[in-house]
């Protein structure tokens, strides 16, 4: 079947016309503003010579799962740290975050039960659901009526399981967790939160969104692999949430564990994430400047209080020829078409990091004034 190709060729075409397709790129001496590794631990010294000397002592691999060869002090320290830095009793390894989620939503809500997932959930997040026995309902972006009224029209399943990401990755607001919170606990329902992009970010310590607004979800779901600069996924609840994941989520259960190595990288991360403040702050400031001038020069800027930074375009076409421009003068910024994001949402989505120095931060907003004037897009 696949000798004979037309068939995707035909699929793909349609994409292209219109607009859509996805290109892996090859970045070299750009001005990088998409990366995720937000404190810039990805390359610092200290993970890499933890990283190093954990691959002397334990080699590449890990040589299996976690249940048969794969295990090794330095998982059983990972996840203690975790479980210390997310304040709950106990974490667990993934290999990413994605198959966290997946493991998650797979196996902990049941047949009888229901998802409650907000429209922009992470597509990791949308698959676990269909993976899920448990029906799914969808609520509004963050609207609180709407998630109410659902609570309300679901009160005849079995249990309820509120699922969000905490800071939305291609819109950069936070979950208003606090308030989820308190709706969850007067319908009796259980709150998962997947802090990929809060995880080292938020909070007073960079604990994530419930550090952020000082709450205790159910189960807290994250990635090595973002500010903590390395890479894997994990879940962090009771010890008995714990427990549970290691004998039914099967993405835990059927998957090589990852490399020790990677496990020493992420815990000396935890330690330098506690203690980076500072280097939050910084953060903060880069992105409230880079926020601010675009608003003045009269883009469309969304998100709130994140490193993630959406200049909203609308048309497709459009957007791409902004990122190709971009792309000309030396910055690397990924346009979002469809479906990642809805039709006439296209967007430039900036990310930025500490690693970003404020020249860098100049030219890009330079670049940005006179991109837009040639589009016709600002004044
Ligand atoms: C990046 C991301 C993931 C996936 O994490 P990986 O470790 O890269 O698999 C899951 N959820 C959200 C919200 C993300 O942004």
Same mark, same amino acid.
């Given at each position: 079947m696949l000798n004979d190709d037309r068939w995707l060729n035909k699929r793909l075409d349609r994409m292209k016309e219109a607009g859509l397709t996805r290109h892996i790129r090859t970045i070299n001496n750009q001005s990088v503003f998409s990366s995720n590794d937000y404190l810039g631990l990805a390359k610092d010294r200290r993970l890499i010579s933890a990283a190093k000397r954990t691959l002397d002592d334990w080699g590449v691999g890990s040589s299996g799962s976690r249940l048969t060869t794969g295990n090794s002090e330095w998982h059983e320290k990972l996840e203690h740290r975790i479980a210390g830095f997310k304040q709950t009793e106990a974490a667990l390894l993934f290999s990413s975050g994605y198959l966290a989620n997946i493991g998650v939503l797979s196996s902990l809500p049941e047949k009888g039960d229901i998802l409650l997932s #907000?429209?922009?959930?992470h597509a990791s997040i949308i698959d676990g659901c269909r993976l899920s026995k448990a029906d799914t309902v969808i609520y509004k972006h963050v609207d609180l009526d709407n998630l109410e009224t659902k609570l309300k029209e679901t009160a005849s399943y079995k249990r309820r399981f509120i699922v969000t990401d905490g800071?939305?990755?291609? #819109?950069g607001n936070i979950a208003p967790l606090d308030k989820i919170m308190v709706l969850a606990k007067s319908y009796h329902a259980c709150v998962i939160v997947d802090d990929a992009h809060g995880t080292g970010v938020l909070g007073e310590n960079g604990r994530g969104t419930s550090d952020y607004f000082g709450v205790m979800p159910d189960v807290v779901i994250g990635t090595l692999?973002?500010?903590?600069?390395?890479e894997g996924g994990f879940v962090a609840g009771s010890k008995t949430l714990i427990d549970f994941l290691v004998n039914h989520a099967r993405t835990f259960i059927f998957q090589t564990a990852i490399p020790p190595a990677n496990c020493a990288a992420s815990y000396t991360a935890l330690g330098i994430i506690e203690q980076s403040k500072e280097k939050r702050l910084q953060l903060r400031s880069h992105f409230f400047q880079i926020k601010k001038e675009l608003k003045e020069m009269g883009f469309s800027v969304k998100g709130a209080d994140t490193p993630i930074i959406p200049v909203i375009i609308g048309d497709t076409q459009k957007t791409a020829i902004f990122a190709e421009k971009l792309q000309e003068k030396g910055i690397f910024a990924p346009a979002i078409r469809p479906p990642t994001v809805a039709i006439g949402e296209s967007r430039i989505r900036l990310t930025v990091t500490t690693e970003h120095c404020t020249n860098e931060i100049n030219y890009l907003l330079e670049t940005f004034n006179l991109v837009g004037k040639e589009l016709n897009m600002i004044k």
């Open positions: #907000d429209e922009l959930n800071v939305f990755s291609m #819109d692999s973002k500010a903590i600069g390395s």
